[in-house]
């Protein structure tokens, strides 16, 4: 028999949704940093196995917005809840349960899908009794169909995870090609990684103002075996746009550098990446580019 279906994952940010599906695809098709709120949309990835097609939904960590942007992300995350098969609510081990946690548990409380508790970074989990008795706080709150415990980034007992989400699925079609790993267009996942290298190499509030957009992409007039990429890096003020610069243009180039190795590997043919930073002044207040940027009206 064979059984299909949708499954968000949904948690606050940091938690490991991103590094649990990239681990689970066996291919990038989130990007991850350790900064918060690095996922603005759902990414849906893909896993196939012999008799099971699950559409994986990654959302945004739900926080306390302070921008409309982020009102839209946590908008996001939980319109999925009632659109799916099964919910995972992931927590980390290591992290006492939070106010949002108990928002999203609020949120859990009257939806009618199944909803499992999975318990990441257990590899980092030294006390053993503090982990059950953080296990035993949420069980208290949610009638949980079952908890489980895993590390995303290290692998342990995500395959075993995978066994227990199929129950949860019925039997059902391949609503995708079975070599198809996501959804997203190539200039949606070429932007990510792009923003990926900008989180890695800024601090402060320069992350959270980042926004990139590929302007298009071309055949090499010249050479048909190139392609060329522009993209432009939206920030919100002067001084962001300086850091994005770096002194004599050195961090621009780093960030494209190191963006066009992953951006290789994802298309598999020779790339040429031409970066340009602009300032679009309170960008996440504003409705309008909200909707431009694409992060209005997606799910």
């Given at each position: 028999?064979h059984v299909?279906g949708?499954?968000?994952i ?6 490991g ?5 990239n681990?689970?695809l ?8 350790s ?7 759902t ?17 945004p960590g739900?926080?306390?917005?302070k921008?409309?942007l982020?009102?839209?992300?946590t ?10 098969d ?6 980390s081990g ?6 949002v ?6 949120h ?9 508790l ?6 980092l989990t ?6 059950n008795?953080?296990?035993e706080?949420y ?9 489980l415990?895993?590390?995303a980034l290290?692998g ?9 989400l199929k ?7 391949k609503?995708y090609?079975?070599?198809?790993l996501t ?5 949606f ?5 792009i923003?990926?290298?900008?989180l ?6 320069v ?5 990139v957009?590929?302007?298009?992409i ?7 075996d190139?392609l060329s990429i ?12 300086g850091?994005?610069i ?11 550098s190191e963006?066009?190795?992953?951006i ?5 043919e020779?790339i040429y990446?031409d970066?340009?930073c602009?300032?679009?002044k ?5 409705e309008?580019y ?7 009206d997606?799910?």
């Amino acid at each position: 028999m064979h059984v299909s279906g949708f499954i968000s994952i949904i948690g606050k940010p940091n938690v490991g949704k991103s590094t649990f599906l990239n681990h689970v695809l066996n291919h990038k098709v989130a990007i991850t940093s350790s900064k918060p709120q690095t996922t603005r949309n759902t990414i849906r990835g893909i896993y196939n196995d012999d008799n099971s097609q699950i559409i994986f939904i990654d959302t945004p960590g739900i926080h306390q917005p302070k921008h409309a942007l982020g009102k839209y992300m946590t908008e996001t995350a939980l319109r999925t809840l009632n659109a799916v098969d099964l919910v995972i609510f992931m927590i980390s081990g290591i992290e006492p349960i939070s106010a949002v946690d108990e928002t999203i548990i609020d949120h859990l409380s009257v939806v009618k899908t199944p909803v499992v508790l999975v318990v990441n970074k257990i590899d980092l989990t030294k006390d053993i009794d503090r982990l059950n008795d953080l296990i035993e706080k949420y069980k208290a709150r949610y009638p949980f169909k079952e908890v489980l415990a895993i590390s995303a980034l290290q692998g342990t007992y995500t395959k075993p995870l995978l066994k227990d989400l199929k129950k949860y699925l019925e039997e059902g079609p391949k609503y995708y090609p079975s070599d198809q790993l996501t959804d997203h267009p190539e200039k949606f996942l070429i932007s990510e990684l792009i923003r990926e290298k900008v989180l890695h190499h800024t601090h402060e509030e320069v992350p959270h103002s980042v926004m990139v957009l590929i302007d298009h992409i071309d055949r090499d007039e010249k050479n048909h075996d190139l392609l060329s990429i522009h993209a432009t890096v939206i920030v919100e003020r002067d001084s962001q746009k300086g850091i994005i610069i770096g002194k004599g243009g050195a961090m621009i180039k780093k960030i494209g550098s190191e963006a066009r190795k992953d951006i290789l590997d994802l298309l598999g043919e020779k790339i040429y990446l031409d970066l340009h930073c602009k300032v679009v002044k309170n960008w996440r207040n504003k409705e309008l580019y909200l909707k431009n940027f694409g992060y209005k009206d997606s799910l």
